[in-house]
Each structure stands twice: as C-alpha cells, then as structure tokens.
C-alpha cells in the first residue's frame, strides 16, 4: 500500500508567491511592458480588495482571479513560446525554494513515500523549476491552448486551489491503495487545510494566521 508526502508550492516548497515572481520575471526576461502594466494594474487592485477584506473577497479567490488575469499576458502565444518563458522563468525557483522543506521532502522520498507536489501554480513552472527534485508526479494548472496550438484566452482556467486539491489527489489515487494515515502533506495558508486534511500527519509551514490557528487546536506539527 502507498504512503503519499504531499507538498504545496507556493509560500511551502517556493518561499515567494508565483504571481508576483513571474510578473517580475516578465519584465527582466525582457517581454512586452505595455502589456504587463494594465494586468500589474488589476492584480493589484484584487490584491488590495483581498487584504482589506471588501465584499468578502478571499485570499483563495484572489489567488484563482491572479492566475486567470496573468494568463492574459501569454495572449497569441503558442505552447513552445510558452513553454520557453515558463523554462526561462524557472532559472530563478531554485534560488527561492525553503530548505527546510527540501530537506522534508528528500526525507520523505528515503523512507519510500511517493512524493506529490499539489499547487495551484503553473505546472510548466513546476515541471521546470522542480526538475532536480526526486518528484513522482506533479499536479498543477494547465494553460488552455486553442486547436491552433495558440492559448485560449476563453477557456475556463482550472486553478488547482483550496478543496480542489484535495479533489484531484483524491481522483488521481481513486484506484490505487493508499495509507492515508502514515501519509504526510505540507502546506502553508487556510485553502490548505483539506489538503492537509487527508492525510495522519500533516505540516503547517510557515502558516497563515487562518492555518496557524487551525493548526494549534488540532495539535498538527509546524515548521517555522
């Protein structure tokens, strides 16, 4: 029977949060500014609308609105210049991973578990940025593209946020025994919690104030 080590990128595995570091990322590598300031614009706007907390605006809806509005920045792209800013991007991840949690992670891959990163984040930038890390499966938001192989800017973008993680850990494992019990997760804000839910040992890591609290009441383990 399998025991799973799930880890969330952003904020656990990756010290920054992903949007802001490919908005910056954008403008070193070099691509069109007129572009990036209207969405740099929107985003901060929502960012601001979250962290005051106007008409209930969540961090976990923020976080899905900031994903949809920078896929506007890859409009008429095709999937190898995507790919290629995505590859590009990734130079930078390593620089920013948390090494406490590295070391968690190659922990968990020697005592045999099958290690899973569930991240609401792009999953090029996850295939790219993760590459020399001993991963067995990836699990992260796909960019729609269109039939003409050029991004679909209507397409509905599936963010792999909140419950929808622990949605698609549970369906990808649907026929496959696992110990969820002797499995372990990682994550760092309240849309973690039923990732971290699903498994008998799970790890607040440098937590939100929403899972920090959640945390000390259930006597989960913290890695500060």
């Known amino acids: 029977m399998k025991t799973l080590a799930l880890f969330d990128f952003d904020g656990t595995l990756f010290t920054q949060d992903t949007i802001p ?16 300031s209207v969405i740099y614009l929107q985003i901060i706007w929502k960012y601001l609308r979250q962290k005051w907390g106007l008409f209930g605006y969540s961090n976990e809806q923020f976080r899905r609105d ?10 008429g792209m095709n999937a190898a210049e995507v790919d290629q800013y995505f ?19 190659l922990e968990e891959k020697r ?3 099958e290690v899973v990163i569930v991240s609401g984040g792009f999953q090029c930038l996850l295939e790219h940025g993760l590459e020399d ?3 067995d499966r990836l699990i992260g938001t796909a960019v729609p593209f ?3 192989g050029r991004v679909d800017l209507t ?18 494992y649907e026929h496959q025994p696992v110990d969820w019990e002797r499995s372990s997760a990682y994550g760092d804000s309240g849309s973690d919690i039923a990732l971290l839910s699903l498994v008998g040992r799970p790890v607040a890591v440098r937590p939100d104030r929403i ?8 006597g989960w383990e913290t890695i500060r």
């Open 111 to 113: 005592r045999g578990h």
């Open 146 to 148: 269109r039939s003409d």
């Open 155 to 172: 397409a509905s973008l599936q963010v792999v946020t909140g419950e929808e993680k622990s949605r698609r850990v549970l369906e990808h």
């Open 87 to 105: 590859r590009r991007s990734a130079e930078m991840v390593q620089e920013h991973l948390n090494q406490n949690v590295v070391d968690a992670l």
């Open 66 to 75: 900031a994903m949809r509005l920078f896929v506007r920045l890859l409009k």
């Open 133 to 135: 890390l001993p991963l």
């Open 21 to 36: 570091f490919l908005l910056r990322r954008w403008k070193e590598l070099g691509y069109p500014r007129h572009r990036l």
């Open 211 to 218: 899972l920090e609290e959640h945390a000390r009441k259930r």
